[in-house]
């Protein structure tokens, strides 16, 4: 992210259902759910909620959260 290496001790995914274009995953530590707009190569996430643990890592999941929320083409 931001030209960095993203690293964790966790398991970090993200998981798209294009059926109902719901998109969830683990940001590491705290686990995210939203929607998802895909258009071609745009796409863009609807505002993503996400469980909010204590976390050793938080800066680093709020920096992937804003990089997923920032997305809009891939």
């Known amino acids: 992210m931001d030209g960095k290496e993203f690293s964790s001790e966790n398991q970090t995914y993200i998981q798209f259902n294009s059926i109902d274009s719901k ?3 683990s940001a590491a530590c705290n686990n995210f759910f939203g929607t998802y707009k ?3 190569s745009s796409l863009s996430f609807n505002p993503l909620a996400s469980t909010k643990k204590n ?6 999941e709020i920096s ?4 997923l929320q920032n997305t809009a083409s891939f």
Request: aromatic share 6%.
């Open 64 to 67: 992937f959260m804003n990089t």
């Open 55 to 60: 976390c050793p890592e938080t800066e680093k």
């Open 23 to 25: 998109v969830n995953g």
């Open 38 to 40: 895909k258009n071609g």
